[in-house]
């Protein structure tokens, strides 16, 4: 018997990758994804807890779905609502007294437990709540098949977690402690992928370069190590990670960007500030002038590598002298591409404590000065591209008829005019035109990596 399923994904990379683990999960008992809530015999919430009102966004949604519910048990049908991520594993017990259109509230560590949740529930045992850290490995216990990988891209998280407690960070509580996946574990998921089509991976972690997963030899090995496994896969084309932290980019992971072919020129590092005072607040444990030699080493190692950041301002206690470190730092790394945010206080951090909150209308000033330089960098980077030739790694059918859209080793986004038959190859592309976010080119007449 079929049954309708309903993800709603909310957040990082990482989430996506849960959810797609859910559906894996989930397609043994008859569930099949579809698109819209409408009519699903179970919808799931994978919630993100980053930002401020982050919560408040689910119980309204929540509040949608109570009413779907209501209609569907009028016409004697049932839907399970399910609360997933981390709004689940810092809120559990809140959504079960505030929401109780909610049947089952899981954390992103006990997700693989959601078969036996329903069971319980069809067995009349009532409400669930997972938000335990359950010794069993989760991974473990997922299903080996790839039914829900769409495309030639996927994210594979190989580490969870995280040990550096920023002070304005909730993912240490939500997510817990680092757990690197076994190398083995991690290969053979990648083996999977690539038969399924998979061309390119992205390694994923909340601080994925700290990874240090048991290899056959019961060694740690580091990610550097791990990558160089991955990219002797024959069909695997492409290798990217996100997210690092700049205190564990060690040795052998520059050099790995000089030496291996298939790890793209892309890297998301982090900064979030440019003072050193603010950095010391944020427990980062570096400094800007630590993170300036860092980069300089990296870019010695990969002259044209893509750099990408994260930024917080209005961070409790920055100043304009502070803020204005910041600024300056960007100034002299430059961005490919970069995320900013204003500071947002989240319950229970050390930051959220502090008395010295900035106002919110000096924040929205401060965001505003930062997006238009990183803006500009942005668009700069973009037209640095233009007369190049770049191989293209096509992913879907584009907007336009003919069209095809794929990524860039950069990462980003390139429109072509091209035979669908393209899609899942990589060829090479003479870019042409520079948009806010992406670039378009025409196809320059040879194909690489012949299936
Ligand atoms: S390193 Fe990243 S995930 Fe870890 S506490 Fe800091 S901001 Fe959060």
Not at 284 to 303: C, K, N, Q
Request: net charge neutral.
């Amino acid at each position: 018997m079929t049954r309708k399923l309903f993800i709603k994904t909310y957040g990082c990379q990482m989430n996506v990758y849960d959810s797609a683990r859910m559906a894996d999960l989930l397609a043994p008992m008859g569930y099949a994804p579809i698109d819209e809530p409408e009519g699903a015999d179970l919808v799931i919430l994978n919630t993100c807890h980053i930002r401020e009102k982050a919560a408040e966004k689910i119980y309204s949604e929540i509040g949608r779905l109570r009413r779907l519910k209501e209609e569907r048990a009028a016409t004697g049908a049932k839907m399970l609502i399910a609360i997933s991520g981390c709004v689940a594993q810092a809120e559990g017990e809140e959504i079960i007294r505030r929401a109780p259109a909610v049947d089952m509230v899981v954390g992103p560590q006990a997700y693989h437990r959601l078969p036996e949740m329903i069971a319980r529930i069809e067995r009349g045992a009532g409400r669930v709540l997972e938000t335990d850290f359950p010794p069993e490995d989760k991974f473990d216990r997922l299903p080996t098949g790839t039914s829900s990988q769409k495309g030639p891209a996927a994210f594979l998280t190989v580490q969870e977690g995280c040990d550096k407690f920023c002070t304005f960070c909730v993912v240490p509580y939500t997510r817990g402690a680092e757990f690197s996946r076994p190398v083995a574990q991690i290969e053979a998921e990648a083996r999977r992928l690539v038969e399924a089509g998979v061309r390119e991976l992205s390694l994923l972690g909340q601080n994925v370069n700290a990874y240090h997963g048991e290899g056959e030899d019961g060694e740690a090995w580091s990610l550097a190590r791990l990558i160089r496994r991955l990219a002797a896969i024959e069909g695997l084309e492409r290798l990217r990670y996100m997210t690092s932290h700049p205190r564990d980019m060690a040795d052998d992971l520059i050099a790995a960007h000089r030496d291996i072919e298939k790890l793209m020129p892309y890297l998301h590092l982090p900064v979030q500030a440019g003072s050193n005072r603010v950095l010391a607040a944020m427990n980062r444990g570096h400094t800007a002038d630590d993170y300036r030699r860092l980069i300089a080493r990296i870019r010695e190692a990969r002259p044209d590598l893509a750099l990408s950041g994260d930024f917080i301002v209005g961070f409790p206690g920055e100043t304009d002298k502070d803020f204005e470190a910041t600024l300056r730092l960007v100034e002299e790394i430059g961005y490919a591409q970069a995320y900013s945010f204003k500071y947002s206080r989240r319950p229970g951090t050390p930051a959220a404590a502090s008395a010295a909150q900035v106002p919110e209308e000096e924040k929205s000033a401060r965001l505003t000065v930062l997006q238009d330089l990183l803006a500009r960098q942005q668009r700069a980077f973009l037209e640095s591209l233009l007369g190049r030739t770049l191989p293209v790694l096509f992913e879907h059918a584009g907007r336009h008829e003919g069209q095809l859209v794929g990524r860039s080793p950069y990462l980003q986004p390139v429109h072509v005019s091209a035979p669908s038959a393209l899609c899942g190859r990589i060829a090479q592309v003479r870019i042409e035109r520079a948009d806010t976010n992406s670039l378009a080119g025409t196809l320059a007449g040879e194909r690489v990596a012949a299936e």
